[in-house]
């Protein structure tokens, strides 16, 4: 058979050649040991958060390393193609904070080594598939699919294993004279690697995440172009990443099954592998039993949900830190404000089995997270959410940056810094009170509290109150109105001898907290007093007390 003959046959357009595209992506200039990698998304949907977690693996690796991190839009398969969906991804991965160093950008490309979007790199497929053929290692398989669901009836009838392989593969040694008919006939073909695997040996591999792996090798002649001349993902994944000079493949292990494919397919390309990493997926639970996340049924696998609930972004990448390394949470308590960008990230500590997704850890981390911040970061964040998910409270919040600052300041810094919200959203409930438009108060007090307790204690307050004093004078304050109403100025007494008091100071300062704040649990009372103004504390007194001895 004439290779070359039949190549020119079949790409009459192609004039390339694939050494022209070899110096056209030379091997990166990059310092011993950088890595580079990818994120590859198909731009069928939203952001799931398996992508998020992929995209992290691959931003540490490249980044810890020196090395790139790019992106590239699987987007060969238009009927599945949803648009925007890229520019989603683009936003979604801009919003956490993964800094792409190349790669596809809104309405085009940035980097040496693009096209990075897979629908403008046909000629670029065509042209190794066109020498694949040219060197007999590829074939036109004119198959129509009556004629492949077929084969598959026999096989099933005959016991043997589905696919295009050997004597089942029909096209694999047609003659010349018979392609060259069908091509006048117009029939339409894809594009077939020739196998040169035996699947009753085996390969072995080393995975930098599963570990050593072994498989049975590739014996079938699997589709490198589609019958449109696009390729499957198989052949745009070799191709691509040598093309681009990806060093390590971080993709989900649905990938594992075709990894023997894309081994004989590096290998009859002559391209040298890159590192594979294959990823668990992330589960959950469901009624007691572990699943993956399903992209149908949970709205967690979206990762726009995180967004739109108020997940502080980077609350939800240490999480997902926490599920791929084994060891970030100790890190992180030993280094409580370093930058998660200093945890040394690493393959070695990630699991081979998938992690559970955890909501309620993943709120205690958010909640960590927010605490560490200082006041100005946390205005920055929640007003950027509010602007786009509560327009109605930003309004508010943002009318007066200094003092939503002001009250986000409460308890903030120091060893141990307050956490009391873990999301954006929950900020309205936590601090709408110091806003008039906002306060709407039940005054609920404790059950045991007496109205008329209640009643002089307020009455007596506004008076003692004096701007100037020191959280202690004003704690001191409290204790003289305790004993004045007959109630403990002092807890321990109070404990030792409860039958002597209608109650302790702290009673005085719930009192005060509820006429205030309208809630229970608050930030510190004192704090509230000093941001609200003396002004604003006594009407807010005048008012509950005018309330309650209705
Ligand atoms: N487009 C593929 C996917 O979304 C990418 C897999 C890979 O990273 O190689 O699953």
Same mark, same amino acid.
């Given at each position: 058979?004439?290779?070359?003959?039949?190549? !020119?046959?079949?790409?009459?357009?192609?004039?390339?050649?694939?050494?022209?595209?070899?110096?056209?992506?030379?091997?990166?200039?990059?310092?011993?040991?950088?890595?580079?990698?990818?994120?590859?998304? &198909?731009?069928?949907?939203?952001?799931?958060?398996?992508?998020?977690?992929?995209?992290?693996?691959?931003?540490?690796?490249?980044?810890?390393?020196?090395?790139?991190?790019?992106?590239?839009?699987?987007?060969?398969?238009?009927?599945?193609?949803?648009?925007?969906?890229?520019?989603?991804?683009?936003?979604?991965?801009?919003?956490?904070?993964?800094?792409?160093?190349?790669?596809?950008?809104?309405?085009?490309?940035?980097?040496?080594?693009?096209?990075?979007?897979?629908?403008?790199?046909?000629?670029?497929?065509?042209?190794?598939?066109?020498?694949?053929?040219?060197?007999?290692?590829?074939?036109?398989?004119?198959?129509?699919?009556? #004629?492949?669901?077929?084969?598959?009836?026999?096989?099933?009838?005959?016991?043997?294993?589905?696919?295009?392989?050997?004597?089942?593969?029909?096209?694999?040694?047609?003659?010349?004279?018979?392609?060259?008919?069908?091509?006048?006939?117009?029939?339409?073909?894809?594009?077939?690697?020739?196998?040169?695997?035996?699947?009753?040996?085996?390969?072995?591999?080393?995975?930098?995440?599963?570990?050593?792996?072994?498989?049975?090798?590739?014996?079938?002649?699997?589709?490198?172009?589609?019958?449109?001349?696009?390729?499957?993902?198989?052949?745009?994944?070799?191709?691509?990443?040598?093309?681009?000079?990806?060093?390590?493949?971080?993709?989900?292990? #649905?990938?594992?099954?075709?990894?023997?494919?894309?081994?004989?397919?590096?290998?009859?390309?002559?391209?040298?592998?890159?590192?594979?990493?294959?990823?668990?997926?992330?589960?959950?639970?469901?009624?007691? &039993?572990?699943?993956?996340?399903?992209?149908?049924?949970?709205?967690?696998?979206?990762?726009?949900?995180?967004?739109?609930?108020?997940?502080?972004?980077?609350?939800?990448?240490?999480?997902?830190?926490?599920?791929?390394? &084994?060891?970030?949470?100790?890190?992180?308590?030993?280094?409580?404000?370093?930058?998660?960008?200093?945890?040394?990230?690493?393959?070695?500590?990630?699991?081979?089995?998938?992690?559970?997704?955890?909501?309620?850890?993943?709120?205690?981390?958010?909640?960590?997270?927010?605490?560490?911040?200082?006041? !100005?970061?946390?205005?920055?964040?929640?007003? !950027?959410?509010?602007?786009?998910?509560?327009?109605?409270?930003?309004?508010?919040?943002?009318?007066?940056?200094?003092?939503?600052?002001?009250?986000?300041?409460?308890?903030?810094?120091?060893?141990?810094?307050?956490?009391?919200?873990?999301?954006?959203?929950?900020?309205?409930?936590?601090?709408?009170?110091?806003?008039?438009?906002?306060?709407?108060?039940?005054?609920?007090?404790?059950?045991?509290?007496?109205?008329?307790?209640?009643?002089?204690?307020?009455?007596?307050?506004?008076?003692?109150?004096?701007?100037?004093?020191?959280?202690?004078?004003?704690?001191?304050?409290?204790?003289?109105?305790?004993?004045?109403?007959?109630?403990?100025?002092?807890?321990?007494?109070?404990?030792?001898?409860?039958?002597?008091?209608?109650?302790?100071?702290?009673?005085?300062?719930?009192?005060?907290?509820?006429?205030?704040?309208?809630?229970?649990?608050?930030?510190?009372?004192?704090?509230?007093?000093?941001?609200?103004?003396?002004?604003?504390?006594?009407?807010?007194?005048?008012?509950?007390?005018?309330?309650?001895?209705?």
């Amino acid at each position: 058979m004439d290779y070359l003959k039949l190549a !020119e046959l079949l790409f009459p357009h192609i004039d390339k050649t694939a050494d022209y595209y070899e110096e056209k992506y030379p091997p990166r200039n990059l310092p011993e040991g950088a890595r580079v990698t990818r994120i590859a998304p &198909s731009p069928t949907g939203y952001l799931h958060i398996g992508a998020l977690y992929g995209a992290v693996t691959d931003e540490r690796t490249a980044h810890l390393s020196n090395g790139v991190f790019y992106l590239r839009i699987e987007d060969t398969d238009s009927k599945r193609e949803v648009s925007g969906a890229a520019d989603l991804f683009i936003t979604m991965f801009e919003k956490y904070g993964l800094e792409f160093d190349e790669g596809a950008v809104r309405n085009g490309d940035s980097g040496d080594y693009g096209p990075y979007r897979q629908s403008e790199r046909t000629e670029i497929y065509q042209t190794f598939a066109k020498k694949l053929v040219s060197e007999g290692k590829a074939y036109p398989c004119f198959c129509t699919d009556e #004629e492949i669901e077929q084969i598959r009836k026999e096989q099933e009838a005959a016991g043997e294993n589905p696919g295009y392989y050997g004597k089942w593969a029909v096209w694999r040694d047609a003659k010349l004279e018979k392609i060259e008919q069908a091509l006048a006939e117009n029939k339409p073909f894809v594009i077939r690697l020739r196998s040169q695997g035996d699947a009753t040996k085996r390969i072995k591999i080393t995975d930098a995440i599963k570990g050593d792996l072994e498989f049975p090798k590739n014996n079938q002649d699997f589709i490198i172009l589609k019958s449109d001349g696009t390729p499957p993902y198989h052949f745009a994944h070799a191709i691509d990443d040598h093309l681009m000079r990806t060093t390590h493949v971080v993709r989900g292990e #649905e990938w594992l099954a075709t990894l023997p494919w894309h081994i004989e397919l590096f290998s009859a390309l002559g391209f040298k592998r890159p590192v594979y990493c294959h990823t668990a997926n992330i589960m959950k639970l469901d009624n007691g &039993s572990k699943r993956k996340i399903s992209k149908r049924k949970d709205p967690e696998a979206d990762v726009a949900m995180f967004l739109s609930e108020g997940y502080p972004q980077d609350g939800l990448i240490e999480y997902v830190l926490t599920l791929l390394n &084994s060891n970030f949470e100790e890190w992180r308590r030993m280094n409580p404000t370093a930058d998660k960008n200093e945890f040394p990230f690493s393959f070695k500590k990630m699991g081979v089995s998938g992690p559970l997704f955890d909501f309620e850890k993943l709120y205690d981390i958010c909640k960590d997270v927010v605490s560490r911040m200082d006041a !100005e970061t946390v205005y920055e964040n929640a007003s !950027e959410w509010m602007k786009e998910y509560d327009p109605e409270f930003y309004a508010i919040f943002t009318k007066d940056p200094e003092y939503a600052k002001s009250i986000l300041s409460i308890g903030r810094g120091g060893n141990k810094p307050r956490k009391d919200f873990g999301l954006w959203k929950e900020i309205k409930d936590y601090m709408g009170f110091f806003y008039g438009e906002l306060f709407a108060p039940q005054y609920v007090f404790p059950d045991n509290f007496d109205k008329n307790d209640i009643i002089s204690v307020l009455e007596k307050y506004p008076s003692v109150y004096d701007e100037n004093d020191d959280q202690q004078q004003w704690f001191k304050k409290l204790k003289t109105i305790a004993s004045s109403v007959g109630f403990a100025a002092d807890t321990k007494e109070y404990k030792k001898n409860p039958g002597a008091y209608k109650g302790h100071v702290g009673d005085i300062a719930m009192m005060i907290r509820v006429a205030i704040t309208g809630k229970q649990v608050s930030p510190d009372t004192y704090a509230v007093i000093r941001i609200l103004g003396s002004d604003e504390m006594k009407r807010r007194i005048e008012k509950c007390r005018a309330e309650i001895a209705k």
